[in-house]
C-alpha cells in the first residue's frame, strides 16, 4: 500500500468495516459448533448448492484473488462480488516488488562468501528471510533519514542487531525485557565479533558496531520521557540532543501500538518500521476502557465509530492464519488431514449431549494420520475427561456418522471464513496508517516479506516530515 490520503483511508476502513458487518456471524462462528449450531444451513442456499459440488482443491478460487476460476461451473453472483470486493480493499499480500531492491550487496559483511553464514548460526530459515530484508530496510531508512542509532523493540537474541551493526556499522540498543537473553545475546556478540576480526582486514574493524542490551518491560502507560532517558543512557548519551529511529521485527499485540506512541510522542524519533503479529493479543475497548493505553482502534476516525469499528477476539484471530499456506496444501490435494476438524466438531457434538457443562472443554490435540478413524481420535482427545469412558455403540449413531460423512462441509465453511483474513489484518493496518498520519506523519505499508515464508509479511514505515 502506497502512501494514501487520509480520505482515502477512511473510504477503506468504512467498506471493510461495512462488509465485515454483514458477515459477522461467519467469521465470529466456531468450527468445533458446526454441527451442533448447524452452521451449513446458515450458508446462502446457491453457495451451497455451488460449493459442495466442488473439491477441496478447487476452493482456492476464494482464496487465491488474482486467479480467475477456469472451472465451467457458473458460480454465485453474490460470492463472486464478495470475492471482488475483497481484493479491492485488502491491502495486497503478493511480495512488493520493492523487496526485490533490497539486498544485502551493500554489505561486504554481509555478502562474505565465507563469512555471511555466520550471522546465521542457530537462526531458522523464516527468520534469516525477515532479518536480511528488514536490515536492508533499516538500512535503507538511515540513509534517507539521518539518525545517531536505531532501538530494537524486542530484540530477543539480537540477530537482527548483529546484521544492523556489523553488516551496516549502525549502533543499535536492543530493548529485551527478558535478562538472559540479553546475557546470551551479549556473548554472541563477542564470539562473532571475534570471526569476523579474524577474517577481515583491520580497516574494516573501525566499521562495526556492538549492538547494546538494555533489559526493559515495556508497558502502555510509560512515560515517553522515562523511555528517553534509558536510551540516552544505553548510547552513553548526556544530553537529549540526538535522533533515532524505531524498528520492530514482529513485536506481539500491543507492543506494535506502544512503538507507534512512542514514535508520535518522542521529537528525536524520525523514522518507524516494524512488521505486525498475534492480533489477537491486541487490548481493544472490551479489555481496555482507557482508549488512551488501547491496541486498537488506534485512530481519531474509528474512535468515534465505535460500534461499526468492533472487532472480535474470534476475527482478531482468524487474520493471523496462513491463508497462502492453506491455499497450497488444498491445490496439491493435501486436505485429507483436515478430516480432523470434522472430527472435533464430531465429538463436540457428542460430548455436549452428554454433558452440556463440557462445552467447549479443552481436548488433547491429536494429528491425524491417513487411516485413522473417529473412534480412535476420540478416545484419544478425551483422555482425563469424562467423555473418554464412553462405549464405542454411542459413537456409532447414525447422526455421528453422517456427520462424518459431511467433512468437505468443514473444509468449505473453514475456507470461506479464511477469505476474510486479509481485510481483517488490512483494517487493522489502515487503523495504524490513519493513526499516523492524523499524527503528521508520512506512511507506507508493504509487503515485504514472502508471506509463504512469514504469512505476517506487511512492514509499516513511517517518517516524521523534515
Known amino acids: 500500500m502506497e502512501s494514501a490520503t487520509a480520505t482515502r483511508l477512511q473510504y477503506k476502513l468504512s467498506n471493510c468495516l461495512k462488509i465485515l458487518r454483514i458477515y459477522d456471524w461467519l467469521i465470529n462462528s466456531y468450527i468445533l459448533d458446526f454441527y451442533i449450531d448447524q452452521h451449513w444451513e446458515k450458508l446462502p442456499k446457491s453457495w451451497r448448492i455451488h460449493l459442495e459440488e466442488l473439491n477441496p482443491g478447487e476452493l482456492t478460487t476464494l482464496l487465491n484473488y488474482n486467479k480467475c476460476s477456469k472451472q465451467n461451473r457458473v458460480w454465485p453472483l453474490s460470492l ?40 546465521n548460526k542457530c537462526v531458522k530459515p523464516k527468520k534469516r528471510h525477515e532479518i536480511q530484508l ?7 531508512s538511515c540513509r534517507i533519514s539521518t539518525v545517531d542509532f536505531v532501538v530494537d523493540f524486542g530484540a530477543g537474541l539480537g540477530h537482527l542487531a548483529r546484521a544492523l551493526g556489523y553488516g551496516y556499522g549502525i549502533q543499535v540498543s536492543c530493548i529485551e525485557m527478558r535478562p538472559e537473553l540479553n546475557v546470551q545475546a551479549s556473548s554472541i556478540d563477542i564470539k ?12 574494516n574493524h573501525a566499521f562495526f558496531r556492538r549492538p547494546k542490551h538494555v533489559t526493559l518491560w515495556i508497558t502502555p502507560d510509560m512515560n515517553p520521557q522515562q523511555f528517553l532517558r534509558i536510551i540516552a543512557e544505553s548510547q552513553q548519551k548526556s544530553c537529549n540532543n540526538f535522533k533515532f529511529g524505531i524498528i520492530g521485527l514482529h513485536p506481539c ?52 465509530e465505535e460500534k461499526l469499528s468492533f472487532l ?20 496439491k490435494g493435501d486436505y ?34 491417513p487411516g485413522m478413524d473417529f473412534e480412535d481420535y476420540f478416545y484419544k482427545a478425551t483422555q482425563g475427561v469424562d467423555a473418554s469412558n464412553l462405549p464405542r455403540s454411542m459413537l456409532q449413531t447414525s447422526i455421528t456418522q453422517n456427520d462424518l460423512r459431511h467433512w468437505r462441509r468443514i473444509v468449505i465453511f473453514y475456507t470461506l471464513r479464511l477469505m476474510f483474513a486479509p481485510l481483517i489484518e488490512s483494517i487493522i493496518l489502515y487503523d495504524r496508517a490513519l493513526f499516523l498520519q492524523e499524527n503528521e ?3 507506507k505499508i508493504n509487503a515485504t516479506f514472502d508471506p509463504r515464508i512469514s504469512p505476517r509479511n506487511h512492514i509499516t514505515c513511517s517518517f516524521k516530515p523534515r
Open 80 to 119: 463472486l462480488a464478495l470475492r471482488h470486493l475483497l481484493l479491492q480493499l485488502s491491502i495486497p499480500r503478493d511480495q512488493s516488488t520493492n523487496s526485490a531492491e533490497l539486498s544485502i550487496s551493500r554489505s561486504p559483511v554481509l555478502s562474505h562468501i565465507k563469512l555471511g553464514h555466520v550471522f
Open 336 to 369: 485429507e488431514y483436515l478430516k480432523v476438524h470434522s472430527f472435533r466438531a464430531a465429538a463436540e457434538r457428542i460430548i455436549v449431549n452428554q454433558w452440556p457443562n463440557l462445552k467447549h472443554c479443552g481436548l488433547r490435540s491429536v494429528k491425524h494420520v
Open 253 to 304: 499485540g500491543d507492543l506494535a501500538v506502544i512503538l507507534m506512541r512512542m514514535f508520535i510522542n518522542i521529537p528525536q524519533a524520525r523514522f518507524l518500521n516494524f512488521a505486525s503479529c498475534c492480533y489477537m493479543k491486541l487490548t481493544t475497548s472490551e479489555t481496555q476502557s482507557n482508549i488512551n493505553l488501547q491496541g486498537y482502534p488506534l485512530s481519531q476516525f474509528l474512535l468515534k
Open 192 to 203: 562473532l565479533e571475534c570471526i569476523l576480526k579474524r577474517h577481515l582486514p583491520s580497516t
Open 312 to 331: 472480535s477476539y474470534e476475527a482478531l484471530e482468524i487474520s493471523c492464519h496462513a491463508m497462502e499456506i492453506y491455499c497450497d496444501r488444498l491445490a
Open 441 to 443: 506523519c508520512q506512511v
Open 134 to 140: 528488514m536490515a536492508s530496510l533499516c538500512e535503507y
